[in-house]
C-alpha cells in the first residue's frame, strides 16, 4: 500500500501570508496526486488534480506542485476564507488520503 | 446543481448491521464511477469501496472486503452501501463521492454518521 505523509499537521499564518503543504509517498506516484480542502462540518472540496491542474472555480491564489514522492500545495496570499483542512490523495494505485494539515488564521 | 444525499447512518452494536444509502441529482448518475469514502472521528480520509457505471465492477479497501457490499440501482440514481458485521472502528462520518476520471472525487454528499458502539 501507499502510505502518504502531510506536513505540518497544523499551521497558523496570517491573511495574506503564502502558505505551502508538503505531501509525501512512500513511492513514486508521478503525478497522480489531488488535493482537497474540507471545512468544519462540510465535505471535502476539490481543488487541484494531477498534481498542478487547478479544479474548475477554486481561486488562483491555489496551486499544486511536485512528482514522484514529494508534492507541495501552495496558497500564494492567505485569505480568511482559505482556514480548513487540506488533504492530499494519491491515486497511483488505489487511493489513499494523507492525515491532513489544519491550516489557522492568526 | 449536483446534489449527493446520504442517509442510512445511526447508532449500532458491534456485529450488527447497517444500509447506508445515497441520492444523487443533478448528475447523469450511470455514467460514473462512484465511491464511498469514510473519516472517523479527528481522523483522516479513507477510500471504501467503488463501483463502476455499470456495477460490473468494485472494489474494496481490505478493512472492509467481505463484510461491506457496495451496490448502484441506476433507475433510482442511488449508490448504497451495506455493512455487515460491523465494528468499533467502522465509526465514522460516511460520505458518497462521484468519480471523475476515474479516480478523482469532484462531488461529495454532506455524509451520514455511523456508530459503532455497545
Known amino acids: 500500500d501507499i502510505q502518504m505523509t502531510q506536513s505540518p499537521s497544523t499551521l497558523s499564518a496570517s491573511v495574506g501570508d503564502r502558505v505551502t503543504i508538503t505531501c509525501r509517498a512512500s513511492?513514486?506516484?508521478?503525478?497522480?496526486l489531488a488535493w482537497y480542502q474540507q471545512k468544519p462540518g462540510k465535505a471535502p472540496k476539490l481543488l487541484i488534480y494531477d498534481a498542478s491542474s487547478l479544479q474548475s472555480g477554486v481561486p488562483s491564489r491555489f496551486s499544486g506542485s511536485g512528482s514522484g514522492t514529494e508534492f507541495t500545495l501552495t496558497i500564494s496570499s492567505l485569505q480568511s476564507d482559505d482556514s480548513a483542512t487540506y488533504h492530499c490523495?494519491?491515486?497511483?494505485?488505489?487511493?489513499?488520503f494523507g492525515q491532513g494539515t489544519k491550516v489557522e488564521i492568526k | 446543481e449536483v446534489q449527493l444525499v446520504e442517509s442510512g447512518g445511526g447508532l449500532v452494536q458491534p456485529g450488527g448491521s447497517l444500509k447506508l444509502s445515497c441520492v444523487a441529482s443533478g448528475i447523469t448518475f450511470s455514467s460514473y464511477w462512484m465511491r464511498w469514502v469514510r473519516q472517523a472521528p479527528g481522523k483522516g480520509l479513507e477510500w471504501v469501496a467503488n463501483?463502476?457505471?455499470?456495477?460490473?465492477?468494485?472494489h474494496y479497501v481490505d478493512s472492509v472486503r467481505g463484510r461491506f457490499t457496495i451496490s448502484r440501482d441506476n433507475a433510482k440514481n442511488s449508490l448504497y452501501l451495506q455493512m455487515n458485521s460491523l465494528r468499533v472502528d467502522d465509526t465514522a462520518l460516511y460520505y458518497c463521492?462521484?468519480?471523475?476520471?476515474?479516480?478523482?472525487?469532484?462531488?461529495w454528499g454532506q455524509g451520514t454518521l455511523v456508530t459503532v458502539s455497545s
Open positions: 513511492q513514486s506516484i508521478d503525478r497522480w
Open positions: 463501483i463502476k457505471q455499470d456495477g460490473s465492477e468494485k
Open positions: 463521492a462521484r468519480v471523475l476520471r476515474g479516480h478523482i472525487l469532484d462531488y
Open positions: 490523495q494519491q491515486y497511483k494505485s488505489y487511493w489513499t
